[in-house]
């Protein structure tokens, strides 16, 4: 009843930028809902899932990252649209990988649940 779907990645130089979104769409938002955060996530080749960055949309919008990519990510979102963006800019090779973008969503009367994105590949080299 949820689909998540990222677009925005591919092959950029170092140094470059790249801007990743991400748009949840299904039933569930034709009824009452909220969104309580919002995470992007990558996963390099032979390295472990690490959570890059955070926005919590329970808590007036508080973000987080991981502390790699402060001063050059950037997460915000478009609450209206159900939408997330991740601003990268100044890349290095070492944010090569698999990004994925995920939202935890109460719906009344149950549980929230986290979704998750197909992912899209981050590929930085020259």
């Known amino acids: 009843q949820v689909q998540l779907v990222e677009s925005g990645g591919g092959l950029v130089q170092p140094g470059g930028s790249l801007r990743l979104s991400c748009t949840a769409s299904?039933?569930?938002?034709?009824?009452?809902?909220?969104?309580?955060?919002k995470t992007w996530y990558r996963q390099a080749p032979g390295k472990q899932r690490e959570m890059v960055a955070r926005m919590s949309d329970h808590n007036g919008g508080l973000t987080n990252y991981v502390d790699s990519v402060k001063g050059r990510f950037t997460i915000s979102s478009d609450p209206a649209k159900n939408m997330v963006f991740l601003q990268m800019n100044n890349v290095k090779p070492e944010d090569t990988g698999v990004y994925y973008c995920?939202?935890?969503?109460?719906?009344?009367?149950?549980?929230?649940?986290?979704?998750w994105g197909q992912g899209t590949q981050v590929t930085v080299s020259s």
């Open positions: 299904g039933s569930i938002f034709d009824s009452a809902f909220e969104i309580y955060t």
């Open positions: 995920s939202m935890l969503i109460k719906v009344p009367g149950r549980a929230s649940v986290d979704y």
